[in-house]
């Protein structure tokens, strides 16, 4: 029986190791539903460009949510940045899983949403804004200031090129400004279409909330913060937390052997959005 009447996942980043495969099961496991909008970066065919990290909870994942469309509960793939590569089937139903590019939802209470990825919001990955928002002189100081550390790392025999303005640029990326531009990018674009709403992922920053009259909501990740929206059968839409062990407590034991996997992670090892 589902217990929900839609749940929306987005960036579950597959084929990554901070992939958090176990947690998404067992959200899985709670969330039967009548439809599950999976909303971009859903496998990370960037990342399994570098190097690969299939693992059997990841396996699993993907045969659960095939297994979901066959038995009649209608799953729909949107892609995202990350498995771009699968934007060109957009049309195309593949084992009962529908695959399109931006679709419309409407919630049971008659709200109208537009589920989307979101990097056509990301102003940083589409044009590089990050230049101007740092500002020209503070780039070209970033630079001047980056040849004197690699000379300085020379003069040490320090090996490899270490980036201070791509370091800046990633520090930049995740601040507010970033995320309230995207928000009202999202926003602006839902409204341009006559709807009350967006549902997208992208910026691993999950919520539900008004922006400038419309409903703004984002599913977060299944990397890091282990985020969730569902929809109940009245409408209403649910930001659901699966990420918080305190929150979880019989999961207190699984939860520990990942944090030692955790540790063994390389430093520096992290998801783009
Ligand atoms: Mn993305």
């Not at 209470?109 to 537009?114: C, N, Q």
């Amino acid at each position: 029986m589902p217990q929900v009447r839609s749940v929306f996942l987005s960036d579950i980043h597959l084929g990554t190791r901070a992939c958090q495969a176990d947690r998404l099961l067992d959200f899985l496991r709670e969330h039967p539903a009548e439809q599950t909008y999976l909303i971009g970066d859903i496998i990370d065919f960037w990342a399994m460009s570098r190097s690969i990290c299939w693992t059997q909870a990841q396996n699993t994942v993907v045969q659960k949510l095939l297994r979901r469309a066959r038995h009649g509960e209608r799953v729909v793939f949107i892609p995202g940045n990350h498995d771009e590569a699968l934007r060109d089937y957009c049309g195309i139903v593949f084992g009962e899983v529908e695959v399109v590019d931006e679709l419309v939802h409407e919630t049971a209470d008659g709200r109208r949403f537009l589920l989307i990825h979101g990097d056509q919001f990301d102003q940083v990955t589409r044009h590089h804004r990050w230049v101007a928002v740092l500002g020209d002189k503070a780039y070209d100081l970033l630079v001047r200031i980056n040849a004197w550390l690699s000379w300085g790392r020379r003069k040490l025999g320090i090996a490899g090129y270490w980036s201070l303005a791509g370091y800046a640029k990633r520090k930049v990326k995740t601040a507010l400004n970033f995320i309230f531009d995207f928000e009202e990018s999202a926003v602006h674009h839902a409204r341009e279409r006559g709807l009350d709403g967006v549902i997208c992922g992208h910026i691993h920053w999950a919520g539900i909330r008004e922006v400038a009259g419309l409903s703004y909501v984002n599913c977060g990740d299944w990397v890091d913060s282990c985020t969730a929206i569902v929809e109940h059968f009245d409408g209403r839409l649910e930001l659901v937390d699966w990420g918080g062990m305190a929150a979880r407590p019989r999961l207190a034991a699984p939860a520990a052997t990942r944090v030692e996997a955790a540790a063994e992670l390389p430093v520096g090892e992290t998801v783009e959005v």
